[in-house]
């Protein structure tokens, strides 16, 4: 199982980005699929999840502005980031697991599988 995760770069405040998260080994189609974040001396966090019932679910602030999807031809998965705010600048990480509980589909303990990260940053 592999995840590669791109996408990233530099983007003035309000912008847009895209980030992708190539999958192998597996198919996304039955498997949790989720992006996590992290900065520099704080803990990963999460961002959003999508169960393989494409139920989404995401963090407080993100909701209305970022969207989780996959593309099961291309057995990728996605993150469409919209008015993207300086607070999102992070390196942002795609997770996977085949099964996570409902109590720990935002931690990162229920996900066995990750990409490798990607860079957004958000400045003008």
């Known amino acids: 199982v592999q995840l590669q995760a791109s996408g990233g770069g530099l983007v003035q405040p309000g912008g847009s980005l895209r980030l992708s998260c190539a999958a192998s080994g597996f198919s996304t189609s039955s498997y949790v699929m989720a992006w996590f974040r992290q900065v520099p001396g704080k803990e990963r966090e999460f961002v959003a999840a999508?169960?393989?019932?494409?139920?989404?679910y995401y963090k407080d602030s993100v909701k209305g502005r970022f969207t989780i999807s996959r593309d099961n031809a291309k057995n990728t998965a996605y993150l469409q980031m919209h008015d993207l705010k300086p607070e999102d600048t992070a390196v942002y990480y795609c997770?996977?697991?085949?099964?996570?509980?409902?109590?720990?589909?935002?931690?990162?303990?229920?996900?066995?599988?990750w990409g490798q990260g990607t860079l957004v940053t958000v400045s003008s």
């Open positions: 999508l169960r393989s019932n494409n139920i989404g």
């Open positions: 997770a996977s697991n085949h099964y996570v509980i409902l109590s720990e589909l935002r931690s990162s303990r229920g996900y066995a599988y």
